[in-house]
């Protein structure tokens, strides 16, 4: 995969800072999570779905930063992947060290077997022993809220990034990638 750069910037401060630039974001996301408990290198991320009826619905979900994409598992009977086969589009709401972000884009269910082999290896280095099982994932256990195995992993493409500094130099922008 190749990196991902955005094709328009718009600054969003009204406090005269400069628009932030992708790449302290996108170093941000490739550091690693702020929160030394989450094992593994996962951001906790909350995921925003619509179910078919067009209710809102979010989920905390652990996610995989790669490539310029977030990748997230989930069973299929999960409130979340019902949704995202219904409509794809959602939202990813992240913290980093010093942006917050909301991410919009779609999120894709994935079988490819060298993405499930290379998501498979980089969950089990972080404590979690996936093993590829068709097109999907499986281990002894997962989070309660994945729903029972196998766990899909699903590819988050981001379209539009919203980001607000939280530490100097502060600013607020909007990015927008290709789709």
Not at 57 to 86: E, M, P, Q, V
Not at 114 to 132: C, F, Q, S
Request: a negative charge.
């Amino acid at each position: 995969m190749t990196e991902r750069t955005p094709i328009a910037t718009t600054n969003l401060d009204r406090y005269g800072a400069e628009a932030l630039p992708w790449s302290r974001a996108r170093d941000e996301l490739d550091v690693g999570p702020p929160q030394p408990d989450v094992p593994g290198g996962e951001f906790f991320v909350v995921l925003g779905t619509v179910r078919p009826d067009g209710r809102p619905h979010a989920a905390g979900i652990g996610t995989r930063w790669l490539d310029g994409h977030f990748y997230f598992t989930s069973g299929r009977g999960t409130r979340k992947s019902r949704n995202l086969a219904a409509n794809p589009a959602c939202t990813l709401v992240v913290r980093t060290t010093g942006v917050d972000l909301v991410l919009e884009g779609r999120a894709v269910m994935v079988a490819d077997q060298p993405t499930l082999e290379l998501l498979a290896g980089l969950y089990r280095e972080g404590g979690w022993p996936a093993e590829v099982r068709g097109d999907a994932l499986d281990a002894p256990f997962s989070a309660p809220s994945a729903g029972p195995p196998p766990w899909h992993p699903y590819r988050f493409t981001i379209h539009t990034a919203f980001g607000v500094a939280t530490t100097e130099p502060f600013g607020a922008t909007r990015w927008h990638f290709d789709h």
